[in-house]
């Protein structure tokens, strides 16, 4: 069974703006990390931001709960149990954001990209929408797991992709949500990465790599390493960030 050995976590406005409309969700308990970036401003993402946490909050304190909890919005016997509790979450963070929306003028309604992992006993289990990375360090070398839903994805030499990261899909943007999904076998020493685009919009996977390369094993300075890399390289956005090794 592997476990977390240890992890931080920052959520920053970033060097330019004064409203963060990135979040980060973390329930250690049934070993959930994910990262949100909401867009639609002032008064509207940071209750669309709250809204999406709680919801998949809830959902999983419901499921631990209610052994026989059903699987509301989807279920595929090609996943394991957690991954697909992990997409009916997601769903259910959508529907009530298409709540939220469905009553609101078109210049008052937000959505929000979301990428959540789960690890459950050697299994990693990815669910995304929107424009969050997720990578994985193992071994000296850098994989990406999940492939953003936006114009341009990251390029493992060219960094100046930052303009066309903006998100094709989200949380209660459209009424149909098709997330994507992966499950993969983690070992020891395993690092998964997850991103905002204010953080990869700015770099390329070479950078990520060799900032983690560099910044010893310490996930607090990977991150404060990764942050002033990406604004160096002239990023504007706001910038969430998680880094867990796994053992």
Known sequence: MREIQSFFA????????NLNEDNTFINLKQKIFGIFDG????????????SAKQSIDLYFSKLS?????TMPYFYSPQYVLETNA???AMFIAHKNLL????SKPLNDKGGVSAALTMLSENILSIVSCGNCLVLMYRDG???????????KQISISDNSHQKSTFPLVALGLYEDLSPKIWELNVEPNDRIIVLSDGVYGSLSLHDIK??????????VIQIDNLFDGANRRGNLDNQSAIIYSIV
């Open 10 to 17: 920052r959520t920053h406005q970033g060097p330019y703006l």
């Open 39 to 50: 867009f639609g401003g002032s008064g509207i993402s940071d209750r669309n931001l709250e």
């Open 65 to 69: 709960g209610d052994p026989n909890a």
């Open 86 to 88: 992990l997409v009916n």
């Open 99 to 102: 709540n939220i929306n469905k």
């Open 141 to 151: 070398d850098l994989s990406l797991i999940n492939t953003p839903d936006c114009v």
């Open 210 to 219: 060799r900032i983690i390369q560099e910044s010893t094993q310490d996930e």
